[in-house]
């Protein structure tokens, strides 16, 4: 009962005891100490504001520059080591062949009775050897070359290109040469086993006068280990720097080094640039630290299958200039916004003065009976402080609901979007790893398995994009039966009719099908006796395209099917209600009509029905809009 008059007479005195304060201030040193202190305020925060983000774009820059010549480096050198790697695997593919030992071994152990190439004497051991190599030569314009040869004058090659092929094999004077023979005696003595070199000209035929590398294995026989010849592998160097010039960041130079530390590559960029040495780079231990230190910018990686080193340098200048250029756009910016902040402050303090001078009069009045604040009415936004102060507090209550709400709605969506995000590729590159394996033992079906399981990974991992077509589609649920049919075998039956000629290339939502079909096998068959069936039928007519699922299963029931078209009634006529998770049965069949709603609106084709195969047909379709 005492309570609440004493509230309201410590509010009344209040309320006298600021308007006495008032009026004892003048205006001017209310606008000295007030507004032009939060005027030194704000010139000393956006100061320091953007003298942070000067530091931190500085420090951004240089860590960002140092990651991308990171990145860049790393993945061409992965690329070039790919490059080597198949060239090298193809090599020793070919010299573990039983045919290419045996007829290297004859030509070895046979004396001759004369010098000379003794393929082009015995046509038909050249011709069965020349079928060999070709069954694995690319095709193309790539311009590969696989040639055998031995110290005792035999040769033979053979070419994916003509212009990269000797048509006079009977005798080659690179076969004679001190290059040659001290390779193939460094072979032979089997201080090697694998080797890749690069020449700045074809030594095989020195008129095409373009870069190569090979790739040599020694041909060995399997039982005595005797080295009867070697194999090699010749690719145009136009491949390595294919990949190179892709590194083409800013002003950096690119240079690449043999295993002996002999540069055999350098871009345009660093043609221009000062000229590098292996020595002014290398040491013992690698890159040396007085290089790393003249070049902050610089990355360094070694192509493994070859042993090269791969180095890219990005000029300071390069990377000083743009960050110099932002500092002086930010001090312009700086200068201003002080010279802004100054003229508005100024022009607020004038329009302010009169309407915080009628406020302190009207505060001087104020008392227990009034609580009211009149003043003059041209200070409108001063006047609607006492209209709008109780809606505010209604407002604020509000508010804080509904941002508890939907931060908790974005820590749900951050969590969904972080786990939509999970790289796949550790499990793609573990299926390569198991097709590979597969590929060694002679299990085609593994390999098959493991990629059309990796098709059907990256399939549902692309985010970018929430529609595909329906040839993408049909795709990815052929991939799925064909995993599902790996799985129950003969227990599993399904066939996919749809026109050969026809591109399918109909918009539909990404993922609509597959889900259909998988919800067969997992709901529809779970009391049906085997084999399960699964029909899906394409049909297209010039107004319209549908896709029918059927199967033997247990159908629907008449209040699923019910429920189903009931909850897609609603949704049409409410859009906003959430029943995209709404699951009939184990079916999230709704969810994929909606989705396949948003796209086509009144345009769709949808129906339950019996199947011809004794269990559910559900029909998916859109009118075709040729516009």
Known sequence: MYIFPKVFYNKSMFFKEAADMIKKKQTA???????????????????????????????????????????LTSSAARQID???????????????????????GNLS??????PGNSFTENYVMANQLSTL??????????????????????????????KFLDSNQKYNSYLYSDDFLSLYKTIKQKEIIKFTAFSQYD????????????????????????????????????????????????????????DS???????????????????????????????????????????????????S???????????????????????????????????????????????????SVIDINNLDINFDSKSAELEQIRHVFLEIIRRLKDSIEKNEYLHRQDLKSQMFALQAQINPHFVHNILTVISALGQEAGAPRIMKICRKFSDMLSYSAEYSNDFTTLSQEFIHTENYLFLMKERYGGNLEYKIIRPVNNALSHVCPKLFLQPLVENCISHAF??????????????????????????????FSEQSKEEIFRLYADYQATPSLNILNTKIGGLGIISTVVRLYLLYDTRIIFDIGHSKLGGSKITLGGYINDD
């Not at 007030?34 to 925060?45: E, G, K, N, S, V």
């Not at 990005?314 to 802004?340: D, G, Y």
């Not at 009391?527 to 059927?550: D, N, S």
């Open 109 to 114: 152990n046979t004396e001759k009775r004369r």
């Open 29 to 71: 040193l209310f606008s000295l100490k007030i507004i032009y202190f939060y005027l030194i305020l704000t010139i000393a925060i956006i100061t320091i504001g953007l003298a942070g983000f000067c530091f931190y774009y500085y420090k951004n820059s240089l860590s960002n520059t140092k990651n991308i010549i990171h990145q």
């Open 82 to 104: 790919l490059q080597i790697s198949s060239m090298d695997n193809l090599a020793q593919q070919l010299v573990s062949n039983k045919a290419l030992i045996q007829t290297m």
């Open 526 to 555: 779970e009391y049906t006796l085997t084999p399960w069936k699964i029909l899906i039928l394409y049909k297209e007519t010039a107004e319209t395209w549908q896709v029918e699922i059927h199967d033997n299963g247990c159908g």
């Open 313 to 363: 340098i990005l000029p300071i200048s390069s990377v000083a200039q743009p960050i110099i250029n932002v500092i002086a756009i930010v001090a312009f910016i700086l200068a201003f916004l002080i010279i802004f902040v100054l003229i508005t402050v100024a022009t607020v303090e004038k329009n302010i003065r009169i309407p915080l001078g009628n406020l302190k009069n009207s505060l």
């Open 261 to 311: 530390n002999q540069m055999i590559y350098q871009n345009l960029n660093a043609q221009k640039a000062a000229p590098l040495t292996s020595d002014t780079i290398f040491d013992q231990n690698g890159v040396n630290t007085q290089f790393q230190q003249q070049y902050p910018f610089s990355d360094y990686s070694t192509i493994e299958g070859a042993n090269w080193k791969l180095i």
């Open 133 to 162: 190599l070709q069954q694995t030569c690319l095709p193309g314009p790539l311009m590969e070359r696989i040639s055998v040869a031995n110290d005792q004058g035999d040769y033979l090659a053979i070419c994916s290109n003509y």
């Open 203 to 258: 030594k095989w035929l020195p008129e095409n006068n373009i870069p190569i590398i090979s790739c040599y294995r020694p041909i060995t026989d399997i039982y005595t280990f005797q080295i009867h010849g070697i194999l090699e592998i010749q690719r145009p160097f136009t491949i390595i720097e294919n990949i190179l010039k892709n590194i083409n960041y800013s002003h950096i130079q690119v240079y690449l080094f043999d």
